[in-house]
């Protein structure tokens, strides 16, 4: 039977020993089931009048002017930090390779802050205000550390490369850092909630406010990969070739342009107001499985025991169908004695949850271990920023006779990768397996995140055999400064094996979270992404020190020493693949037996998605409707 042809039947109680249903909805919600709640008359046309005066595309020209310019400020200021902090601050490469990856690993853990924040107590729109002067402060603090010489070791000349030049004092590394704490805290209230800010200016219980935000997404990763092109083209030539006053000073002025347009549109926005954090009732829903673990709950649905299950609330957009997967926390909605009120409430939400809050968790649950296996990848990922660069500064970097390539400018090879490959695979790739998996996007997103953790891979083997002719040729050439005869573009390889690794991994893992959680838990998904970076960037700066460390000894340097051509990069890159391949087993463990979210759209339609799949991966194939 279609789920709008059903009569409703959630008010009813249920016998002893039935599948329990909540106790009425309060009056003025008109709820015709738990699966398709529709609104009264009255709340419709009151929603009409405040559609009409905020939220829309009108609303959301200004959040992507104030995404656009934020990106454009904090991406172009440290697109080519590395090359800063070896320059400007005379680090040595693994010691300026750990400051960007920790930096990078805290700042990707604030979105979980962020999001906790906003959700429970302030909401999305003073976050994002609160985050975005955080961040124009950091960018003005990190622009006077390159523009006052107090805060900065003095020059060596024109030595682009000093080896015995004066290292920061503690008042330099401590501005600096602190700049980049403001930055830190910049993103962990920005990016938790600028999609889902974007997202609330639709009204996703109609098909338009749907399109809406599809094309929203559209548009977000569109103008994130023209702010990449732009950092790492226009911005990292300004500050490696120009001067690194105006090269920090352009992002600077830009993000305070950022933050005009943000509050320009603060009179269109639709600002949804904070309904507690969804982190309260994962661990409400922990805890009160917890205290019912000795509750003996079947394997299957057989009417032995009663579980709580009222009607969603008004921000739920699809109610989870109940699984077997995880019986354990199903205790938490298991009703006992004394566990609800008169009026058909929890007398206490640690010891009774509903059914939806128990499969939201199971949804989390699921997730971990496939997000666990793209660490690694991502961990690949981060060389680009660090080795890779350090490796181009020691190549000729020449496009003809006078126009040299910033050492911060070759990931463009990786993004140009992605902007070409990726209409290829939508229009070529995908309507071929489609044929032959009978899968709707031609392969599964796990297949996706998959095949990206192979080209991880396969660029760190071909990173360690392109470091190896490097330091051959450069060894050959007797160059006292350590300069290779040997162009530039023969990182090239590399760089779109990683841009193809992006391309299927990164994209993958965005559709992924996004896809696998319930629309109101979104911000977990994006916090969850960031936590991979955490991950990842913590990983880099571990296996780092670990090999700069032990690598060396007996008057044989370490591989990653300052001098290129003394350590062994290959052999680093080596190590990263070896562990790339034990993740891919452990990915296709973690996967081959997931089971993808389902749930019942509570609007007053349904997508095509939702009408035929298969809930495992490695099932046959799927059906197509």
Request: glycine share 8%; hydrophobic share 45%.
């Amino acid at each position: 039977m279609d789920l709008k042809e059903r009569k409703d039947t959630s008010s009813l109680p249920g016998p002893p020993g039935s599948f329990s249903k909540s106790s009425p909805p309060p009056p003025e919600m008109d709820v015709l089931d738990m699966h398709n709640r529709k609104s009264s008359p009255d709340s419709i046309l009151e929603a009409e009048k405040v559609d009409k005066k905020h939220g829309g595309w009108k609303a959301i020209s200004f959040i992507l002017a104030n995404e656009t310019l934020e990106r454009l400020g904090t991406i172009g200021l440290l697109s080519n930090f590395m090359v800063y902090l070896t320059r400007v601050f005379h680090l040595e490469q693994v010691d300026a390779s750990n400051v960007i990856n920790i930096w990078s690993g805290f700042t990707n853990l604030t979105p979980l802050v962020g999001a906790f924040i906003s959700d429970a107590y302030v909401g999305r729109f003073k976050t994002i205000a609160f985050a975005s002067f955080a961040t124009l402060f950091g960018l003005i603090t990190l622009t006077l550390t390159a523009s006052l010489p107090q805060l900065h070791p003095a020059s060596c000349g024109n030595n682009n490369n000093p080896i015995n030049c004066a290292g920061p004092t503690k008042l330099h590394m401590g501005i600096l850092l602190l700049g980049l704490g403001f930055l830190s805290i910049g993103s962990g209230g920005i990016r938790p909630c600028s999609i889902p800010f974007g997202v609330d200016q639709f009204n996703q219980r109609t098909e338009e406010g749907v399109k809406g935000v599809a094309s929203f997404f559209n548009w977000y990763y569109m103008t994130f990969t023209v702010v990449l092109l732009i950092t790492q083209t226009v911005v990292v030539y300004i500050q490696d070739q120009v001067s690194w006053i105006i090269g920090f000073g352009v992002p600077t002025g830009l993000m305070a342009c950022a933050v005009v347009a943000f509050f320009a549109g603060m009179k269109l926005y639709v600002c949804v107001k904070p309904e507690g954090s969804i982190f309260s009732g994962i661990a409400q829903v922990v805890v009160a499985a917890r205290k019912k673990r000795k509750l003996k709950v079947p394997a299957e649905d057989d009417g032995s025991v009663t579980y709580y299950d009222p009607p969603v609330k008004a921000s739920v957009l699809s109610k989870l169908h109940h699984c077997n997967q995880f019986r354990f926390l199903d205790k938490a909605a298991v009703i006992i004695d004394g566990d609800l009120t008169s009026d058909g409430v929890p007398a206490n939400k640690w010891r009774l949850c509903s059914i939806q809050e128990v499969e939201e968790v199971k949804c989390l649950v699921r997730v971990v271990p496939v997000w666990s296996a793209g660490i690694i990848a991502l961990a690949a990922m981060s060389q680009q920023g660090t080795f890779t660069v350090s490796q181009a500064l020691k190549m000729d970097r020449h496009m003809g006779p006078k126009f040299e390539i910033p050492p911060g400018s070759l990931s463009v090879i990786s993004l140009l990768t992605i902007g070409v490959f990726l209409p290829l695979y939508d229009r070529v790739f995908v309507p071929f397996f489609r044929r032959i998996t009978g899968h709707k996007s031609g392969i599964t997103l796990l297949q996706r995140i998959g095949t990206g953790i192979v080209f991880a891979i396969l660029s760190m083997i071909v990173a360690g055999l392109v470091e190896r002719v490097r330091r051959r040729r450069s060894i050959a050439a007797g160059d006292p400064t350590g300069m290779t005869p040997m162009s530039v573009f023969w990182l090239s390889p590399q760089l779109i094996l990683m841009g193809l690794c992006e391309a299927f991994n990164i994209i993958g893992q965005i559709e992924f979270f996004n896809s696998q959680f319930p629309e109101h838990m979104r911000s977990i998904a994006n916090a969850l992404f960031s936590l991979s970076f955490a991950g990842s960037n913590y990983l880099s700066s571990f296996i780092v020190t670990i090999v700069h460390k032990f690598s060396g000894g007996r008057n044989r340097p370490d591989w990653l020493n300052k001098d290129l051509n003394a350590g062994k990069l290959d052999y680093f890159y080596y190590l990263i693949a070896v562990m790339g391949v034990f993740n891919l087993v452990y990915f296709w463990y973690c996967a081959r037996g997931y089971r993808y979210k389902s749930g019942s759209p509570m609007g007053g339609f349904e997508e095509e998605d939702n009408k035929s799949f298969s809930d495992v991966e490695m099932s046959s194939k799927k059906q197509l409707k």
